[in-house]
């Protein structure tokens, strides 16, 4: 296990309207590919996966050895790799998917401290298009701002509600 320092997009280049949730699909397609088990007992390449409905399903640990990026080391669990169904060189994401690619991104970065200039496509490292030319790079890394002042905002509010708790409990003993 590594501590990942990068997040990925990919797309799984096949249309949601053909298969609008491609898991097990791409899971079992991987599995005659590599035959190479996730600790969760998985065997798609990718750590996570968002269907059409925005459906989140993790196939590998963060941090684990992934099979999704041959470059640049991109596979030994530096970068967890976030996979979208769909063909987005063909069509757009659905906001589903974007809602929840957010909220990921949003825990993924929080919680690993990514720098936002570590969220990458797949065609950056690789000659394919992949995450397809309809998703832009600035839009998807827009989609983590605002995170920590929000969450400072949270702390200072959690912060000055304990200092009034606290003066009223010490008004109290006086009483
Ligand atoms: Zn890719």
Redesign the pocket.
């Known amino acids: 296990m590594k501590k990942p320092e990068y997040i ?1 997009i ?2 799984s ?1 096949v249309s949601y309207d053909r298969n609008s949730d491609q898991f097990e699909a791409n899971n079992n397609y991987h599995k005659a590919q590599w035959d190479f088990k996730s600790s969760l007992g998985f065997y798609l390449g990718y750590n996570y996966e968002i269907a059409k409905n925005g459906k989140v399903r993790q196939a590998r640990a963060d941090g684990e050895t992934t099979a ?2 041959y470059q640049q080391n991109m596979n030994d669990g530096r970068c967890i ?1 976030v ?1 979208l169904d769909g063909h987005f060189d063909n069509e757009k994401p659905q906001p589903a998917q974007i809602f929840a690619l957010r909220d990921l991104l949003r825990k993924l970065v929080d919680k690993y401290k990514i720098k936002k200039d570590n969220i990458i496509f ?2 950056d490292y ?1 000659s ?1 298009s ?2 397809g030319s309809n998703l832009d790079i600035v839009f998807i890394r827009s989609l983590v701002n605002g995170q920590t002042e929000a969450q400072n905002d949270d702390e200072n509010i959690k912060e000055e509600l304990i200092n009034i708790l606290n003066k009223a409990i010490e008004l109290i003993k006086r009483l």
């Open positions: 990925m990919h797309h280049a999704a990026c790799h996979c797949h065609r690789a394919k992949c995450p």
